[in-house]
Nanobody, 122 residues
Framework: VQLVESGGGLVQAGGSLRLSCAAS????????MGWYRQAPGKQRELVAH???????NYADSVKGRFTISRDNAKNTVYLQMNSLKPEDTAVYYC?????????????????WGQGTLVTVSS
């Protein structure tokens, strides 16, 4: 199983970006997916999280600006980022908790993507 992120890049403050993360492999069920970020010299932090049934939660710093959503048919999660600020600059990582394998031999996994860089200039 792997997660592949896309959509990062350079944007001016106040601009928008949309990140995508597609899961592939022998996936039986995805329980939840999330986006984390890590800025230089800082610890990785949760940005947004979505579980089955579309329950979401957000870091206080991004509430009202970022929106997480998922397409279950495509095993994909998105992060729409609006009103970006320089302090949003970081490597953004996709995360998923899922069940892998055939139904008679399922195992639980936590998987991380490789990260995508978001740079917001002032």
């Amino acid at each position: 199983v792997q997660l592949v992120e896309s959509g990062g890049g350079l944007v001016q403050a106040g601009g928008s970006l949309r990140l995508s993360c597609a899961a592939s492999g022998s996936i039986f069920r995805i329980n939840d997916m999330g986006w984390y970020r890590q800025a230089p010299g800082k610890q990785r932090e949760l940005v947004a999280h979505i579980i089955s049934g579309d329950t979401t939660n957000y870091a206080d710093s991004v509430k009202g600006r970022f929106t997480i959503s998922r397409d279950n048919a495509k095993n994909t999660v998105y992060l729409q980022m609006n009103s970006l600020k320089p302090e949003d600059t970081a490597v953004y990582y996709c995360n998923a908790h899922l069940a892998e394998g055939p139904i008679w031999r399922l195992r639980s996994l936590e998987v991380w993507g490789q990260g995508t860089l978001v740079t917001v200039s002032s």
